[in-house]
């Protein structure tokens, strides 16, 4: 018996744990918490035991597949790629490269390759429109941060492990662990909290497992986020409790947020949002008062049709409170390796220009180079100049994801040429014609390039692979040969290695370092040579030995359980990148929404609305196919409050038939209070029904698919991102 530990970061979510993981005759046979490692300290969840059988999933894709009407057929990769050079030909000679898109999916974020060359693959190919599981994500976050700090994804964070005070909106750390947030074990940092005397409370539609661990929870009418934040902007001037603290000096428009909320006092608001008055003002009082008090968004304040206001609010709360990059309020990241999110954005320069192009059905203006994810389906299924005729996937699940999912879901088989880089054959990429599997986690080495820069200390770790892949390439090979393939280039010319030097001498001449001393100094190719430059021109890099003891990639592999550079610091004068220099409080497109934001709170809703949630055991659509992680108790159920039951005339375990203006769904009821009355809620991330998957557990575990629910014109139009909660809905007996 052969048996080895290997010591590595599980890539599944921003909590980025450290995992010992026992290896024995070629399979895993145990993942537990890594207690040496520098960040997490032991801590894991039940996903990150599932690495494991992830790997070892037999459903799981290893070899590309060319489809040839309902029959897949295993080939080599040159074959493969020689397909998809004839399709790719073919559509640019028919149609032009004007009728190729893409779709970028999560797991992007979280892949050692995909994140680090994602960038390469859209420079080479210059698509004219990309699409991207952002804009039912975080994109008003992305347009705020542009908006206040000049960078979309300079996203300040809560300083948990330091506050006194946190409030939490839309967000359920006791499931995700965080979301635009990197805090090892978030739950253990909650009960600190409050077993330092301090205080936590949710503001939430529904009481969640984050609501339960809390001092308080507050239920709140989906989508009246900013409604709420607006009067605590309202009574922070009001009581003059605004104090800007050490960054007085950088902010300009306080004058007109204070004016923009003399109308949305708490009396005002507390019908609408449902909390009342004297609470909108304890909770302000509260928080103003406390000197480390952090005020955190999510989710739920993203994905709705006020997104942008709640995203913003969110931030001027806690500057006008002095919350702002210091510790205990939140904060700046500060990546011991640069990520390639942080790199300057040359469309930013002259500030953020909105609507330099639109959607060609809909007329939707762009956000940051995005229109909303639900045009894709009507941009294939639309003839006419400019209609999608190919379609790229990279981890992405977009018929499970995006609103308007069974338009979408009919309309991928007009395509003429679709590929997808994916290693599961799931409801999207079963329309593929050639489908391109990556490499597992474990057969590829990982160290988080996006996330820290939202994590509460500069702490990371280098994990090697731990099976080899032999030669099957990485994603990030894949991924350049199509981009070039998008330009026009035909396989046989394509050189991966030589446009990977041009990348990686262009980066490194960006960081001030001569490209031919970057490329003597980081032998190798691809993401492992780059990392190695990230780290090297980082705070803390040796700059190729110009600071002697400064880090490299050798300093982590001497290192296996991580490196720990401390808790943030205040760095909002570094970071910084608007064309002037200072933060605008009150960006003149963001006031100009406040209007639509005055006629909500003069409407009251009298019937249901949907939220979308997320269950510990599962990550979007990703975890689906891992028995030890759906067996047990149905996740996939409507949670409804009692009076909301008995109302629509259904009991738990009820089969109910749930409706929207978009469509219709089935499903069992699950009666419960800590749902507020007026809500239901339905997970995302299922409906694993379709024909033609392999995903044989998934399939058992199929749930429904709530984005069958969303219409498509149900956004927030500033940002364009996509509102999956607040839907008005229907439940009656199925
Ligand atoms: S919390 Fe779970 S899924 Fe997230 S990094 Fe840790 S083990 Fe992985």
Redesign the pocket.
Known sequence: MKSSTHFR?????????G?EVQVTDGRVTRIR?DREDVW?KG???????ALGALHHDPDRIRVPMIRTGDQWEEVDWATAFAKCDELIAGVIERHSKDAISCYIGNPTAHNFSLGRYVGLFIGLSQLPVVYSAGTVDQWPKNLTSALLYGGMWSIPTPDVPRTDYWIVMGGNPQAS?GSLLAC?DILGELDGIKARGGKVVVIDPRRTGTADRADEWIPIVPGTDAAFLMAMVNVLFEEDLVQLGDVADLIDGVDAVRAAAADFSPEHVEQTTRIPADVIRRITREFASTPRAALYGRIGTCNQEFGTLASWLVDVVNILTGHFDTPGGIMFGKPIAWGVGSLPNPELADGVQLGKWKSRVRGIPEVLGQVPVSCMAEEIDTPGPGQIKALITIAGNPVISAPGAARLDAALDELECMISLDNALNETTRHAHVLLPGLSALEQPHFDDLIPMWQVRSAARFTDVIFDAGDRPAEWEILTRLGAMCAGMRDADIDVAMLDDGFFGALAEAQGVEPSVALAGSPGIGPLRLLDLQIRTGPWGDRYGDVPDGLSLQSFRDAPHGIDQGPMVPRVREILATPDGRIDLAPAIVLADLPRLAARVERTEDGLVLTSRRHLRS?NSWMHNVSILVKGKDRCTLLIHPDDATAAGVTHGDLARVSSEAGTVEIAVEVSDEMMPGVVSLPHGWGHDKAGTRMSVAREHAGVNNNLLAPVDFYDPLSNNAAVNGIPVEVIPA
């Open positions: 970061t599980c890539p599944l979510c921003e909590a980025m744990c995992l918490g997490s801590y894991l969840c039940p996903k990150g035991t662990q090892a990550n």
